[in-house]
C-alpha cells in the first residue's frame, strides 16, 4: 500500500486509539525514507484534516513539532516545514493556538539563526496573547514580548521596539526570572540609545555593567556602550557628572576608547584624528544624519570643543571659533546660542563685534538648595523626586568663589592643627589652648 493510501486509511478509522498508531506508525516510516519533506507535508495535512477529530489532531501536532528538536535538524527543510504548517493550521487558530505559538518560536528561531531579525519579529508578533481561548501565563507574555524587542532592535527598529517594550514592563515583578529582567534592562539601556537620550541610556550600561551575573563580555560591552552614550551626550552639568563617575571607573582606563573619554572629562579639545578614530567605533544610529546635515557624534565634538575652548579665552571671533570647530562661523554661532540658551554654558554673543563672551569660565555652574544635604538627597531619590538646581547668576559667582576660596583655606588650616595634634600633642595643649 502507497503513502497517500495508508494516510487516507488513518484518517478513515473508527476508534481514536488505533488511528493514532496508525499516524505514529506512518510518521516512523517517513522519517526512515529519502523524501522526507513531501511526505512530512502531507502527513501535516492528514493530521490537520476536519475528519481526524481535534483532540488527536492536537497531540499528532505537538507531537510532530517536539521533531525539529532531535529528528529534522536541517535548516532549509525546518523552515519550509514550519511555514507550511502554519499556513495549514491558521484557518483553524482557535483551535490550534497553542501548537500554532510554538511553531512560531520554533520558525522565529530558524530567521534567528539566518539574521533575519526583522522576520523573526514579525513571526513572533503573530502569537495571540490576548486570546480568551487558553490561559497564557505572565511570564510566557514577558518572554515573548522582551524576544520581539530585541529582534526590533538588531534591526533599529526603535519605535516599534518601544512599544512593545512598553507592554513588557506592566509584567515586571520582582519575581521575573533573571534573565528575561536583565534583557528588558538591556532592552530599555538600547532604545534610549535609539532615541538620543543618551544621558539616561549610559546611566542604564554603566549599572549593567556591575551586574556579576553577566559574562565579563557582555559587560566590557555595556560598559563601552556607556562611555560612548557620555561622550555623544550634550555638553553641560549634567553630562559632566556622568563624565567624572565613568573617568573614576578604573574598568575604563582598559578601553580603546578612553583617551576620548579623558579628553571629554578634563574639557581638552578633541582633534580630528581622535574623532575619526572614536567614529569607526559607533553605531549607524549615531551616525545619522540630523536636519542640519550633521550627525549626533559631530554635534556633541562640537559643543564639547567650544566648551573647551570657553574654558581657554575670555572671548574669541567667530571665524576663529569657526575654524577651532571645523564649521562655518554661521554654524559656530549657532551652537553657541543653543547652548548659552539652553543654560548649557554661560556667556553672550555680541554681532556687532562677531565675538562670544565667555563669562568666568564659561561652563554653567550649578548650586544646590541651602537645606541640600545627604539625608534630604537620599530621601528624595526615594520618593522619586530631585532636589532643584539653581543657576548661579553672574553678579554672585565672583563672591561664590571667594567664599569657596575662604572656605577651603579654613579647612587647610583645621586639617594642618589635626595633623600637629596626632603627632605633638604637648605642643598643642601648651600653646593651642592658650589661644583658646
Not at 563617575?245 to 578604573?250: A, C, F, R, V
Request: net charge negative; charged share 25%; aromatic share 6%.
Amino acid at each position: 500500500m502507497n503513502f497517500e493510501s495508508r494516510l487516507v486509511d488513518c484518517i478513515s478509522l473508527p476508534q481514536q486509539k488505533e488511528k493514532l498508531d496508525a499516524f505514529h506508525a506512518i510518521l516512523n516510516d517517513i522519517l526512515s525514507s529519502s523524501n522526507q519533506t513531501q511526505q512530512l507535508q502531507d502527513y501535516i495535512e492528514a493530521v490537520l484534516d476536519e475528519r481526524v477529530g481535534l483532540v488527536i489532531s492536537r497531540q499528532l501536532l505537538l507531537e510532530f513539532i517536539g521533531l525539529f528538536n532531535e529528528k529534522i535538524t536541517e535548516h532549509n527543510i525546518q523552515k519550509q516545514l514550519l511555514l507550511f504548517a502554519i499556513e495549514r493550521a491558521q484557518p483553524r487558530a482557535v483551535s490550534f493556538e497553542e501548537s500554532l505559538s510554538q511553531l512560531r518560536e520554533k520558525l522565529a528561531s530558524v530567521y534567528e539563526e539566518e539574521r533575519d531579525y526583522l522576520e523573526a519579529a514579525k513571526t513572533l508578533q503573530g502569537i495571540p496573547l490576548d486570546s480568551g481561548h487558553r490561559a497564557i501565563s505572565d511570564e510566557y507574555k514577558l518572554q515573548v514580548y522582551v524576544r520581539i524587542v530585541t529582534l526590533l532592535l538588531e534591526e533599529d527598529e526603535a519605535v516599534q521596539a518601544e512599544s512593545y517594550l512598553n507592554r513588557a514592563s506592566l509584567l515586571i515583578t520582582s519575581d521575573t526570572n533573571t534573565l528575561t529582567s536583565l534583557k528588558f534592562k538591556l532592552s530599555q539601556a538600547r532604545i534610549l540609545d535609539a532615541k538620543r537620550k543618551f544621558l539616561e541610556a549610559c546611566s542604564k550600561y554603566h549599572e549593567l555593567s556591575y551586574i556579576s551575573s553577566i559574562d565579563e563580555d557582555e559587560r566590557l560591552l555595556c560598559l563601552t556602550s556607556a562611555v560612548q552614550c557620555a561622550i555623544l551626550a550634550g555638553a553641560g552639568p549634567q553630562r559632566s557628572r556622568i563624565l567624572a563617575t565613568l573617568y573614576k571607573d578604573e574598568r575604563t582606563h582598559h578601553l580603546s576608547s578612553f583617551s576620548i573619554l579623558e579628553k571629554t572629562y578634563l574639557e581638552r579639545v578633541i582633534r580630528p584624528n581622535e574623532v575619526s578614530e572614536f567614529a569607526a567605533t559607533l553605531r549607524p544610529h549615531h551616525l545619522a544624519r540630523l536636519a542640519d546635515n550633521t550627525t549626533v557624534f559631530d554635534r556633541a565634538i562640537i559643543e564639547h570643543n567650544l566648551l573647551s575652548a570657553s574654558k581657554i579665552y575670555n572671548n574669541i571671533a567667530l571665524d576663529e571659533l569657526a575654524v577651532l570647530l571645523n564649521v562655518s562661523s554661521e554654524q559656530a554661532e549657532q551652537v553657541a546660542a543653543r547652548m548659552i540658551s539652553e543654560n548649557r554654558m554661560v556667556g553672550s554673543i555680541d554681532q556687532l563685534e562677531q565675538l562670544i563672551l565667555f563669562e568666568s569660565g564659561g561652563a554653567a555652574h550649578e548650586e544646590q538648595e541651602p537645606d541640600y544635604n545627604a539625608i534630604s538627597a537620599a530621601a528624595a531619590a526615594a520618593n522619586g523626586t530631585f532636589q532643584n538646581n539653581i543657576r548661579v547668576e553672574q553678579s554672585m559667582l565672583e563672591i561664590m568663589k571667594w567664599d569657596t576660596a575662604i572656605q577651603a583655606i579654613c579647612q587647610d588650616i583645621d586639617a594642618v592643627i589635626g595633623k600637629i595634634q596626632t603627632k605633638h600633642s604637648a605642643y598643642v595643649i601648651s600653646n593651642f589652648d592658650a589661644m583658646t
